[in-house]
């Protein structure tokens, strides 16, 4: 049996920003991470302005933006009808007035080779846990199945930071409540070629009726999210790989002589969309934090910088605690606090998106001849861009842990 003040399970944005910003304040902290790297096809690659603000506090952005990526600034869904810009970032008040495009493995290594400069950070990759440890209703640590077989880790805080699949939630016995998201998506990258630069530029968005893409240009190749009606994954399977392809050449024509490069489902990533969080997010001795709190919508693809800002937030108020060698249920309960309201206006946001521009998009008696109402006045048009670059609230570090 091991110990370590903190124990996160996780190794995505949350879990290692986390650790990082604990290791930095001298507390020992284990993260363990199931999969041996952390390589994963299409895990959500956007990097908002209040990360990259985030990532300068912590010395990493210049680091970040050494590395092959790209900028989207502003966004443009296009009908039959006309071309509705959703979102721009490039006016807002920031040093990084854009969406930076960058492979998670290579933001989530780069975190981890910081941590791993401060001797009291410890990775255990590979490491699976399926247990909680309890005594007398406090969360005492957990048990993983590892090298070796069975290991167990004792901590004063067990974080868990292990995605939209959480299990650990459940067994601590945290409900949620949840909505239903109108669609799922399959993801694919496509080739990307000179021309394009003539009709994409950072994300566009494609509406026919019955129909919708998203496009995101990563410079080397295509990012491509189909949307498709909650459910009917089976039903477009059954169809065929041609009926796709067809499907998606006659949405985004300038894609027909690439669409070809789809010959396998394996090739195809399926999301199924789901939108919930929880109704409390602790207990004594754990904290849920991220999507394992409050699973995001792609909308926008906000869900990595929430769970980041939830990361510097658990940390800004937890330092003390930890360093004490002792976490109290009122400091677990102001972090849901402080990130509750954001995260309940953000799935509120979603939903109006979803039902606003995704549901009439996917059906095909509907038409998108005047934008929503939320696109047309200006008062309200800047909404969207401040919603997704900063969340409600704007978090940084403090002084005492920056």
């Not at 909308?299 to 939830?310: E, H």
């Not at 934008?371 to 570090?397: E, M, N, S, T, Y």
């Amino acid at each position: 049996m091991e110990y370590s003040t903190c124990a996160i399970v996780g190794g995505g944005p949350a879990g290692t920003v986390l650790a990082l910003l604990l290791a930095r304040q001298g507390i020992d902290v284990t993260l363990l991470e199931a999969h041996k790297d952390f390589d994963r096809s299409f895990r959500g690659d956007t990097l908002h302005p209040s990360i990259m603000e985030i990532m300068e506090e912590l010395g990493l952005a210049d680091r970040l933006l050494a590395m092959a990526h790209s900028k989207v600034s502003q966004g443009v869904f296009e009908t039959t009808e006309s071309s509705i810009k959703f979102v721009d970032l490039s006016l807002l008040k920031t040093k990084y007035p854009y969406i930076t495009i960058l492979p998670q493995v290579r933001f989530l290594e780069t975190v981890v080779e910081e941590a791993k400069t401060y001797p009291n950070f410890k990775l255990i990759m590979g490491a699976n846990v399926r247990e909680l440890v309890e005594e007398n209703g406090e969360i005492l640590g957990v048990r993983y199945k590892g090298d070796g077989g069975w290991h167990e880790i004792r901590a004063t805080l067990t974080v868990g930071a292990n995605g939209r699949c959480s299990h650990l939630r459940e067994k601590a016995g945290l409900q949620s409540v949840s909505t239903s998201p109108p669609m799922d998506v399959l993801w694919f990258s496509l080739p990307r070629i000179p021309s394009d630069d003539s009709w994409l530029e950072g994300l566009k968005g494609r509406i026919q009726r019955g129909h919708m893409a998203v496009i995101i240009d990563r410079k080397d190749t295509l990012q491509v999210g189909y949307i498709i009606f909650k459910g009917s994954y089976h039903r477009v399977r059954s169809e065929g790989i041609e009926a796709l392809r067809n499907s998606i050449a006659d949405l985004v024509p300038e894609l027909k002589d690439r669409v070809d490069c789809l010959q396998e489902w394996s090739q195809i990533a399926f999301l199924s969309v789901n939108s919930d969080r929880l109704t409390r997010w602790y207990r004594p001795g754990f904290l849920a934090i991220g999507d394992a709190a409050h699973t995001m919508s792609p909308v926008g693809g906000v869900g990595i910088n929430y769970a980041i800002q939830d990361a510097v937030v658990a940390a800004n108020i937890l330092s003390p605690s930890l360093k004490a060698g002792r976490v109290w249920l009122p400091d677990l309960a102001q972090i849901q606090r402080q990130r509750e309201l954001p995260t309940r206006v953000i799935q509120a946001f979603q939903v109006l998106i979803q039902k606003q521009i995704i549901a009439r998009a996917l059906d095909s008696n509907q038409s998108f001849k005047q934008p929503p109402f939320f696109l047309r006045w200006p008062l309200l048009r800047d909404i969207p861009a401040k919603l997704i670059a900063f969340g409600v609230i704007p978090v940084h570090l403090e002084k005492a842990i920056g």
